[in-house]
């Protein structure tokens, strides 16, 4: 029986065709979970197009590659996509949909091991876009990341407005969106090329070490950048407009943000830049424009501001008494309806370097020998100082003749008790100073 079996073995060339016809089609049909486990490490999935559904966790180290901007969809419970294999690369995918709970930490595109590369992917419609947890080395390049706008009511649980029923779709308040990128005890990173909107905080830093975050536009957001705990990044080329603050950097040391616009960025406690208990960090060739308080400093020393452009703010720079030892050189300030802010005499930080100090854009200059340093020393007076917090309305006061005069008399001859700094070198006037008319409110550049 056996011999006559493995003579009579030999099938039809037909029915053999037809078999690995089947076998085809049936892989074909693998949804983008099963090719994920099928793969080997070191594998790329290249997925052509169609809707996919979410919740997909890859598990291995592989790379996925989308044509034709392949979806996909979460159903608004958990990731969409979680990441926990070491070298993943995730490239050219439309992601939505995920989870709504904050303190799950749900996301988009949830990464919990090393070396991921997040490329080029459209990220909408979810909690968190990007959120890093306790990993290093991971890249996350030339993404557009827009947070929720709304949802059903029952997506948000108890935070729905109470006349909502639960499929009635409500706008999701900004401190209830998650952030575009969020990075949590993580180091070596790089966040580049990136534009974000509508999250509650554009990039978030917390514990996060050795970064390098450069050339994205965030707005739309809460803080264009919220940053705590936090040493030794580099922040370059990005521009912070139309959100509720620009950047806010505290508990941080030996930060360099170079090149940055914070412009644009308006509310009743807005600010460009704030930096709060940060030291040793470098603020060099920003620009800093339109907003309510150009740059903050609170408790905050053994800073430099160098070549940056504080101009056109209600205020220009506001220091506490708290920040000592920090040093203002060829910065650009003027056209602020209020140049600086003072808690107290200011006394402890310095206003030049190598006998150069800054360009106060409102005030004459007289540069007899012509080595571009005017001979006149500078003073800025702060003629309201903490009455300004408590009564706003005394700003309007700012402009009046009487008050320009008071202003010009106090700066050649401060009297006890008035809060001023005093810049004994200026620079003088030079072609780069803009029309003082020219005030309209500019875009981003």
Same mark, same amino acid.
């Given at each position: 029986?056996? @011999?006559?079996?493995?003579?009579?073995?030999?099938?039809?060339?037909?029915?053999?065709? /037809?078999?690995?016809?089947?076998?085809?089609?049936?892989? *074909?049909?693998?949804?983008?979970?099963?090719?994920?486990?099928?793969?080997?490490?070191?594998?790329?999935?290249?997925?052509?197009? *169609?809707?996919? #559904?979410?919740?997909?966790?890859?598990?291995?180290?592989?790379? %996925?590659?989308?044509?034709?901007?392949?979806?996909?969809?979460?159903?608004?419970?958990?990731?969409?996509?979680?990441?926990?294999?070491?070298?993943?690369?995730?490239?050219?995918?439309?992601?939505?949909?995920?989870?709504?709970?904050?303190?799950?930490?749900?996301?988009?595109?949830?990464?919990?091991?090393?070396?991921?590369?997040?490329?080029?992917? &459209?990220? /909408?419609?979810?909690?968190?876009?990007?959120?890093?947890?306790?990993?290093?080395?991971?890249? $996350?390049?030339?993404?557009?990341?827009?947070?929720?706008?709304?949802? $059903?009511? +029952?997506?948000?649980?108890?935070?729905?407005?109470?006349?909502?029923?639960?499929?009635?779709?409500?706008?999701?308040?900004?401190?209830?969106?998650?952030?575009?990128?969020?990075?949590?005890?993580?180091? &070596?990173?790089?966040?580049?090329?990136?534009?974000?909107?509508?999250?509650?905080?554009?990039?978030?830093?917390?514990?996060?070490?050795?970064?390098?975050?450069?050339?994205?536009?965030?707005?739309?957001?809460?803080?264009?950048?919220?940053?705590?705990?936090? !040493?030794?990044?580099?922040?370059?080329?990005?521009?912070?407009?139309?959100?509720?603050?620009?950047?806010?950097?505290?508990?941080? @040391?030996? $930060?360099? %943000?170079?090149?940055? !616009?914070?412009?644009?960025?308006?509310?009743?406690?807005?600010?460009?830049?704030?930096?709060?208990?940060?030291?040793?960090?470098?603020?060099?060739?920003?620009?800093?424009?339109?907003?309510?308080?150009?740059?903050?400093?609170?408790?905050?020393?053994?800073?430099?501001?160098?070549?940056?452009?504080?101009?056109?703010?209600?205020?220009?720079?506001?220091?506490?008494?708290?920040?000592?030892?920090?040093?203002?050189?060829?910065?650009?300030?003027?056209?602020?309806?209020?140049?600086?802010?003072?808690?107290?005499?200011?006394?402890?930080?310095?206003?030049?370097?190598?006998?150069?100090?800054?360009?106060?854009? &409102?005030?004459?200059?007289?540069?007899?020998?012509?080595?571009?340093? =005017?001979?006149?020393?500078?003073?800025?007076?702060?003629?309201?100082?903490?009455?300004?917090?408590?009564?706003?309305?005394?700003?309007?006061?700012?402009?009046?003749? *009487?008050? @320009? +005069?008071?202003?010009?008399?106090?700066?050649?001859? #401060?009297?006890? *008790?008035?809060?001023?700094?005093?810049?004994?070198?200026?620079?003088? =006037?030079?072609?780069?100073?803009? &029309? #003082?008319?020219?005030?309209?409110?500019?875009?981003?550049?």
């Amino acid at each position: 029986m056996n @011999k006559r079996f493995n003579n009579d073995s030999r099938l039809p060339a037909a029915i053999i065709v /037809a078999c690995l016809l089947a076998v085809s089609s049936s892989a *074909g049909e693998l949804s983008l979970q099963e090719r994920i486990e099928q793969a080997s490490p070191g594998d790329e999935i290249i997925v052509d197009g *169609g809707i996919h #559904p979410g919740g997909i966790v890859i598990d291995r180290s592989v790379t %996925l590659t989308g044509i034709n901007r392949p979806h996909i969809e979460g159903d608004r419970s958990g990731h969409t996509v979680s990441i926990r294999a070491d070298d993943v690369t995730l490239q050219g995918f439309h992601i939505t949909g995920s989870g709504l709970n904050l303190s799950a930490d749900h996301a988009a595109v949830h990464i919990a091991a090393r070396g991921a590369r997040i490329l080029e992917n &459209d990220i /909408a419609d979810s909690l968190h876009g990007v959120y890093i947890r306790g990993v290093d080395e991971v890249r $996350v390049a030339h993404n557009r990341i827009r947070g929720v706008e709304e949802t $059903v009511a +029952a997506d948000l649980g108890g935070a729905a407005p109470a006349s909502a029923s639960s499929g009635d779709l409500c706008a999701v308040s900004q401190d209830r969106r998650g952030n575009g990128v969020h990075f949590w005890n993580s180091s &070596d990173n790089i966040v580049i090329g990136n534009e974000i909107s509508g999250v509650r905080d554009g990039i978030y830093f917390s514990f996060t070490r050795q970064s390098t975050v450069e050339g994205n536009t965030i707005y739309n957001a809460r803080y264009g950048l919220h940053y705590m705990y936090s !040493d030794s990044n580099y922040l370059a080329r990005n521009i912070f407009t139309r959100n509720v603050a620009g950047a806010a950097l505290m508990f941080s @040391k030996e $930060v360099v %943000l170079r090149d940055n !616009d914070f412009v644009d960025n308006r509310g009743s406690r807005a600010y460009g830049l704030l930096l709060h208990n940060v030291d040793r960090s470098t603020v060099e060739s920003n620009r800093m424009e339109h907003n309510r308080v150009g740059y903050y400093m609170q408790n905050s020393h053994v800073n430099t501001a160098r070549r940056n452009d504080f101009t056109r703010n209600y205020i220009g720079l506001r220091l506490t008494s708290s920040s000592t030892g920090n040093l203002f050189t060829r910065n650009r300030i003027g056209h602020n309806l209020h140049n600086i802010d003072l808690s107290g005499r200011d006394n402890r930080n310095e206003w030049q370097e190598n006998e150069t100090g800054n360009r106060w854009l &409102d005030s004459p200059t007289l540069d007899i020998n012509g080595d571009g340093v =005017s001979e006149l020393p500078h003073r800025e007076v702060d003629l309201f100082g903490p009455s300004r917090e408590a009564f706003p309305f005394i700003a309007f006061l700012s402009e009046s003749p *009487g008050m @320009k +005069a008071l202003r010009f008399a106090l700066q050649r001859a #401060p009297v006890p *008790g008035t809060h001023y700094i005093t810049d004994s070198r200026p620079v003088a =006037s030079s072609p780069r100073d803009p &029309d #003082p008319s020219a005030l309209e409110t500019s875009s981003a550049r």
